[in-house]
């Protein structure tokens, strides 16, 4: 679910800037940009405060770059996600205010 939750919104940012690039097709920038940060601060909030919530495994899986665990430990990582998502959240929120 996070590599969706990331790679999906990340995915489609991609597709739309090189469409818009290329003059394939337009979708304004502004939205696009919302639509990439709102989803994976969702993602990376919830996985922040929910990850306890997972069970133990004797085969653990990291969705999540690893190298973020080694340089930070984990309370500080799921403290940056955390910290950048709600942020993310935060101007998404005062985006949409802005344009309704």
Do not use: C
């Not at 069970?55 to 930070?72: C, G, K, Q, R, T």
């Not at 984990?74 to 942020?87: A, E, H, S």
């Amino acid at each position: 679910m996070i590599a969706i939750g990331i790679f999906l919104p990340l995915g489609w940012y991609i597709v739309t800037m090189l469409g818009n690039g290329f003059h394939l097709f337009s979708f304004p920038q502004d939205w696009d940009r919302l639509l990439f940060q709102f989803l994976i601060a969702l993602t990376v909030v919830s996985v922040s405060f929910f990850y306890r919530n997972g069970s133990d495994s004797e085969d653990p899986v990291f969705s999540f770059p690893i190298h973020n665990l080694f340089l930070l430990g984990i309370k500080n990582t799921l403290l940056v996600f955390r910290t950048v998502g709600i942020f993310w959240i935060g101007v998404s929120l005062i985006f949409l205010y802005q344009k309704l």
